[in-house]
């Protein structure tokens, strides 16, 4: 089967290649214009060309597909790409892009051209967490399980009926970087799985639920900023999700300090939330609104992740300092 693939970071280039490696003929490649990143913030291909370019798969990077957006000219190539790239299907995966209604009508064909439209690889169990941001807002929300679903794209906001969907337990210690991981991982193994069915006509679409519906926003940096008068277990929820964007931090003074591992203990209220209650080799105690969060692995701006007791010995906090911290965070839903 001869396919189109959108997607840009790590996540879609796992599923390129596993279609790859299972024989999928893949005619065209659809990613994010290179961005600037590292040190010296020089121009970077996504993971997605990456592996395009390394396996002789032509690339287009259109900055928009709208034909009547800013980008006309960009859409317009694209189209003339993806229209002779005579593909029966296109796999989408964190693409960055809206695909409008003629990329749709496109890959879905007519008559004896008919094709199999646009599938999706989405990290949740639709409904739940459409949008942007589904492995890190479930995270954040305490949902005991995830999953992906590979869904036949329309012109909503992944609101396309559900052809294929798998359960994942989210661990209770789990960060966004190793259930992403993971979900990767099964989204690939699922879009190959989704593909061969289609080719023998066993898929069998399932209209999403009306109710449970949430919405993933995206991920902005000012919500990983610490709000101390939350409880203990929510903070501890969210550094684990902005693990590893954009990193949970407060600040020291001037100083700003990034929190990549806590955990909690019960405890009244004994005085202002953020205060230092201990220090020691085995984590910072900081009084919450409800319980204590002790911090275990923290980063200096510019330095590594360090266990608390490596970062004490270059950084001085003692009980009854105040650290500070911002009520800034998006809804969880």
């Not at 396919?3 to 390129?16: E, K, Q, R």
């Not at 997605?48 to 800013?70: M, N, Y």
């Not at 796999?91 to 960055?96: I, M, R």
């Amino acid at each position: 089967m001869k396919i189109i693939f959108a997607g840009t970071p790590v996540f879609a280039s796992v599923a390129l290649q596993r279609l790859h490696a299972a024989g999928f003929e893949v005619s065209l490649v659809l990613s994010q214009p290179d961005r600037p990143a590292g040190r010296g913030m020089k121009l970077q291909a996504s993971p997605v060309k990456q592996f395009a370019l390394e396996h002789h798969i032509p690339v287009a990077q259109p900055r928009s597909l709208r034909l009547d957006g800013k980008y006309p000219e960009d859409a317009a190539a694209a189209r003339q790409m993806i229209e002779a790239a005579q593909a029966q299907a296109m796999v989408v995966a964190a693409y960055g892009l809206i695909l409008p209604q003629w990329v749709l009508d496109v890959m879905t064909g007519t008559g004896k051209h008919k094709k199999l439209g646009c599938l999706n690889i989405h990290a949740s169990l639709l409904p739940r967490w459409r949008g942007a941001a589904p492995i890190h807002r479930a995270i954040e929300a305490g949902d005991a399980e995830t999953g992906v679903t590979i869904m036949q794209m329309n012109a909503g906001l992944d609101t396309g009926d559900m052809l294929l969907t798998e359960r994942l337990t989210i661990g209770a210690e789990e960060t966004t970087a190793g259930l992403h991981d993971r979900l990767a991982d099964l989204g690939g193994r699922m879009i190959v799985e989704a593909l061969e069915l289609a080719a023998c006509g066993g898929l069998r679409p399932v209209a999403q639920p009306v109710d449970g519906v949430t919405y993933a926003h995206k991920i902005e940096k000012a919500e990983a900023i610490m709000d101390w008068r939350q409880p203990a277990a929510e903070l501890a929820r969210r550094v684990r999700a902005f693990d590893p964007f954009p990193g949970a931090s407060f600040s020291v003074g001037p100083e700003s300090v990034k929190l990549w591992s806590v955990r909690v203990e019960p405890g009244a209220a004994a005085c202002a939330p953020g205060t230092v209650l201990a220090v020691g080799e085995d984590g910072i105690r900081v009084q919450t609104g409800d319980g204590t969060l002790v911090l275990t692995a923290l980063q200096r701006a510019g330095g590594k992740r360090l266990p608390v007791g490596d970062f004490l010995r270059g950084f001085s906090l003692v009980p009854g300092q105040v650290l500070s911290g911002s009520a800034a965070h998006a809804p969880a839903n």
